[in-house]
């Protein structure tokens, strides 16, 4: 049966508080199921949850390696920055959700170990062909322009929030422009 205006608005809400409102209208009462119904929706549920719990390595790092992904580009996509999330963060975690040592993944994408572990810990900027040796090595799952971001948006917080070397560079501009911005 499909209610029409008329009717909700004859509707007495006022007995009601606002609460009980919204609670109505974004979470509708469930349906009542019958005993058939609630068999077939446990059934599912349970099958459900033996498939995830028997899924082999490989489907479980291919989960793990689409979550990164949409985390990295969740990250990305926001204008937030978070320290914590680094282009060492996420590389960090591409490599631990494949379940290898560092060593073995640095020799998989030709650099140094020592390399590596100045990537993962933020202490050396990630060269291109780093960046794009991680898309080819992750068959294009994250492409390379999603580790760029990264890249990027650690660059521009670096910039917005770099005091001494504002001060620095001050030093040598001269005849500035009167705006006020």
């Known amino acids: 049966m499909k209610t029409n205006r008329k009717e909700i608005k004859e509707t007495n809400f006022s007995k009601?508080?606002?609460?009980?409102?919204?609670?109505a209208f974004v979470f509708p009462a469930d349906k009542?199921?019958?005993?058939?119904?609630?068999?077939e929706e446990d059934d599912f549920w349970k099958a459900r949850r033996n498939q995830f719990e028997n899924r082999t390595h490989r489907q479980q790092m291919y989960s793990g390696l689409l979550q990164l992904k949409f985390q990295l580009e969740d990250y990305t996509d926001n204008s937030q920055y978070v320290e914590a999330?680094?282009?060492?963060?996420?590389?960090?975690?591409?490599?631990?959700?494949?379940?290898k040592?560092?060593?073995?993944?640095?020799?998989?994408?030709?650099?140094?170990?020592?390399?590596?572990?100045?990537?993962?810990?933020?202490?050396?900027?990630?060269?291109?062909?780093?960046?794009?040796?991680?898309?080819?090595h992750s068959s294009g799952m994250i492409p390379?322009?999603?580790?760029?971001?990264?890249?990027?948006?650690?660059?521009?917080?670096?910039?917005?929030?770099?005091?001494?070397?504002?001060?620095?560079?001050?030093?040598?501009?001269?005849?500035?422009?009167?705006?006020?911005?």
Not at 16 to 23: C, H, M, S, W
Not at 32 to 39: F, H, M, N, Q, T
Not at 85 to 99: A, K
Not at 105 to 133: C, M, W
């Open 16 to 23: 009601f508080t606002g609460e009980e409102l919204a609670d």
């Open 32 to 39: 009542v199921l019958s005993a058939k119904e609630k068999k």
């Open 85 to 99: 999330l680094s282009f060492g963060f996420f590389l960090n975690e591409y490599v631990s959700r494949q379940d």
């Open 101 to 136: 040592k560092d060593k073995d993944f640095a020799v998989e994408v030709g650099v140094k170990p020592t390399v590596l572990s100045q990537y993962i810990n933020n202490h050396r900027k990630p060269t291109d062909e780093f960046i794009i040796r991680l898309e080819l």
């Open 144 to 181: 390379a322009i999603s580790w760029f971001k990264v890249v990027q948006k650690d660059k521009e917080h670096e910039i917005m929030t770099n005091q001494k070397l504002r001060e620095e560079e001050s030093k040598y501009v001269k005849n500035r422009l009167g705006f006020a911005y």
